[in-house]
């Protein structure tokens, strides 16, 4: 691994930089100027972008610690049936384990963030399976320990990598006022990101992605989607998942996850029944998919347990609002960057 080396000035993080880290237009967001869909395209790994929201490091592969093993606190980790309150439990047991936790200046904050979503990935799996975090540990990539830790096959990992990347950051006032006064005040990184997830509406992509699922699962086929939805309308009962404030013509990352979906498994029953039901929302001249919408399509196309499209969105939104606590954090620290290297360290599978 490179030795370590220090971020020149302009390339560490600011205050209030969040317009130059991520900014929305029609094609999507784009990070420090990336557009997302380029970079999900272009298989620049979620690591990569990290980085780059983290330091304005230069998209590429990069290399993360994955030796770090749960603490004794995490290890008693119990089975709970939510996304939202596992990473919350997980926080706290990691924050419990961590003797050095109050370090918070950026470069203690990087790299400790460089093993904590890592071992979040794996241990999110406690909200489906807990017999899957051992082999999930085995994982050598963000992407490969989460869709193992979601029941799914680690030759796929590519395609929720890509997934990832085109969750890692948007703006959600919400979240980002309860996180910004929580890192200014000095809380801990873990108790930074564990604010985010408790912020008012701060679940509510999980959520939205099971309505999605009950959707999909009510509507059955295809064939029933038209008469489903027309149904719902007449009722005012809109369908959840469609229609974005900033993407009036749609959401792209959401029809990038789609058009995932299909050319991965296009003719999975329930891949099928949502493009019927966006086509019958469209007919309908309603507003298109949003982004849970695409990652919904995207994990039942790989066969991810119910539930899967939170825990996507939630592990790949730790690299903006990680990019947010390091940006309010007191100046004067480098940015350490020892463990980012284009040759990945030697793993024993």
């Known amino acids: 691994m490179a030795p370590e080396s220090t971020m020149p000035a302009a390339a560490q993080p600011v205050e209030d930089d969040d317009q130059i880290r991520v900014s929305v237009g029609a094609a999507g967001p784009a990070y420090r100027g990336?557009?997302?869909?380029?970079?999900?395209?272009?298989?620049?790994?979620?690591?990569?972008?990290?980085?780059?929201?983290?330091?304005?490091?230069?998209?590429?592969?990069?290399?993360?610690p994955v030796n770090a093993v749960p603490g004794p606190t995490l290890r008693r980790l119990p089975a709970l049936d939510r996304v939202d309150a596992t990473l919350r439990f997980a926080l706290t047991a990691m924050a419990i384990d961590d003797l050095h936790r109050e370090e918070i200046s950026v470069k203690d904050d990087l790299a400790r963030a460089r093993r904590l979503i890592p071992l979040l990935a794996a241990v999110v799996g406690a909200a489906f399976?807990?017999?899957?975090?051992?082999?999930?540990m085995k994982g050598r990539t963000v992407a490969e320990r989460l869709i193992v830790a979601l029941g799914g096959e680690r030759a796929d990992a590519p395609l929720l990598d890509r997934a990832l990347v085109l969750c890692a950051d948007h703006p959600d006032s919400a979240a980002d006022r309860v996180l910004s006064a929580a890192a200014v005040n000095g809380t801990d990184l873990y108790g930074c990101v564990s604010v985010a997830l408790s912020a008012p509406?701060?679940?509510r992509n999980e959520t939205l992605c099971r309505e999605i699922e009950d959707l999909v699962e009510a509507v059955g086929s295809p064939r029933w989607a038209a008469d489903a939805i027309g149904e719902r309308l007449l009722e005012d009962a809109v369908p959840p998942g469609f229609?974005?404030?900033?993407y009036?013509?749609?959401?792209?990352?959401?029809?990038?996850?789609?058009?995932?979906?299909?050319?991965?498994?296009?003719?999975?029953?329930?891949?099928?029944?949502?493009?019927?039901?966006?086509?019958a929302m469209k007919a309908a001249r309603h507003p298109p998919p949003r982004l849970p919408y695409g990652l919904v399509a995207l994990t039942r196309a790989l066969g991810l347990a119910r539930g899967s499209g939170g825990a996507v969105f939630a592990i790949g939104r730790l690299a903006g609002r990680?990019?947010?606590?390091?940006?309010?954090?007191?100046a004067g620290a480098a940015v350490a960057?020892?463990?980012?290297?284009?040759?990945?360290?030697?793993?024993?599978?």
């Open 248 to 279: 009036p013509e749609g959401d792209p990352r959401s029809a990038r996850l789609m058009q995932l979906a299909r050319t991965h498994r296009g003719d999975d029953q329930a891949v099928r029944t949502m493009d019927a039901i966006a086509a």
């Open 129 to 136: 399976d807990r017999r899957r975090i051992a082999p999930a």
């Open 34 to 64: 990336y557009s997302a869909i380029f970079l999900a395209d272009a298989e620049v790994p979620f690591e990569g972008v990290a980085e780059l929201l983290w330091t304005g490091a230069e998209p590429r592969r990069a290399w993360w």
């Open 243 to 246: 229609g974005h404030p900033r």
């Open 337 to 349: 960057r020892s463990s980012i290297d284009p040759v990945p360290p030697p793993f024993n599978d």
């Open 322 to 330: 990680i990019a947010r606590v390091a940006a309010r954090r007191p």
């Open 201 to 203: 509406r701060g679940n």
